[in-house]
């Protein structure tokens, strides 16, 4: 029988703490709150990533006089149409200069509207009405104002300053005044935010060493604007780019402004060439990636670092 010396037992070790599953997972940001992220990406599913999966598997099952001759029949049948082929030109003729202009114009009367000044909400108001509008009502109103016996043409005749009227419809321009009237709206919102994001002590203190206007912003705010014109002349140039109402009811639909997203729609829904159309489709969207690429990758090299401002 064994003696007992009186020694306390040896206390047992303490169980490791472990934390509860959602507390480990809400240190590394994973909470509740990232449910409500579901409903945006259910629609981001349904309404872009499953058409497009779907188009871009349509578009390697060539119909009609394309089957039987290879998956990429159909985008061949686009490339060897000459006319086909040429929209892409035509489309990046309207779709360029129209995001050009509208980041051009956006970017004066953004600096200017800064300021404050007697007027300048209801000239922001003005300035941001064509959103409402939508392309159908803007190329209609352009119909009635820049048509041969609408309001532009008579003023002109009624001053003297033509002997007929001027041909602003049914061609490049129409389509081209078109675009700017819709999307300038986007550009100048987009670059007022960027402005307003740009302290105004940064051009105050240029000024207190002796550099003007032109000098501030040359130097100061237009280097610190630039990444954000970058972002906002791809948004411009994306809504110019899938240009179709304007381009049908303003422009000349099967001459020069025969632009890509036309020749898209007329293969699927007047020839029911499905797969070609959604191979145009294809064609069409790699080429806006193309040029968000480019402008991505040179706003990569800018200053993209806090500016100090509230936008």
């Known amino acids: 029988m064994s003696t007992l010396t009186g020694t306390p037992a040896p206390a047992a ?3 490791p703490d472990r934390t509860a599953l959602r507390h480990r997972l809400a240190e590394r940001g994973v909470d509740r709150t990232l449910l409500l992220l579901l409903p945006g990406l259910v629609a981001v599913i349904a309404l872009f990533l499953y058409p497009f999966i779907y188009g ?5 099952q060539p119909q ?3 089957a039987g001759h290879g998956v990429f029949a159909s ?6 149409d000459r006319f086909a082929r040429g929209s892409i030109g035509t489309t990046f003729d309207l779709a360029l200069p129209a995001a050009l202009l509208n980041v051009g114009f956006a970017v004066p009367i953004s600096y200017r509207m ?3 000044f007697r007027g300048k909400r209801l000239l922001l108001t003005i300035l941001v ?3 409402t509008l939508g392309t159908v009502l803007t190329a209609e109103g352009i ?3 820049f048509g041969p016996v609408g309001w532009f043409n008579s003023t002109l005749e009624w001053l003297h300053l033509t002997d007929g009227p001027v041909t602003l419809v049914d061609n490049y321009w129409g389509v081209l005044l078109s675009l700017i009237i819709s999307g300038f709206p986007f550009a100048f919102l987009l670059t007022h935010s960027y402005l307003s994001g740009i302290h105004p002590s940064l051009e105050k203190a240029a000024a207190t060493l002796g550099a003007g206007w032109w000098q501030r912003f040359r130097h100061v705010t237009f280097p610190l604007l630039l990444p954000g014109l970058l972002t906002t002349f791809c948004l411009t140039f994306v809504l110019a780019f899938t240009v179709f109402p304007s381009a049908m009811m303003v422009g000349d639909p099967d001459g020069r402004t025969h632009v890509i997203s036309i020749e898209a729609y007329e293969q699927a829904l007047q020839k029911f060439n499905y797969s070609q159309g959604c191979a145009i489709a294809m064609v069409m969207t790699a080429l806006m990636f193309a040029v968000i690429g480019v402008a991505m990758a040179l706003r990569s090299r800018l200053y993209t670092g806090s500016t100090g401002g509230k936008g």
């Open 143 to 145: 119909l009635e104002y």
């Open 75 to 80: 985008y061949r049948a686009f490339f060897s």
């Open 56 to 60: 871009l598997g349509l578009s390697f």
């Open 13 to 15: 070790a303490p169980a």
């Open 129 to 131: 009405v064509p959103i």
């Open 114 to 116: 800064r300021a404050q």
């Open 64 to 66: 009609g006089a394309n």
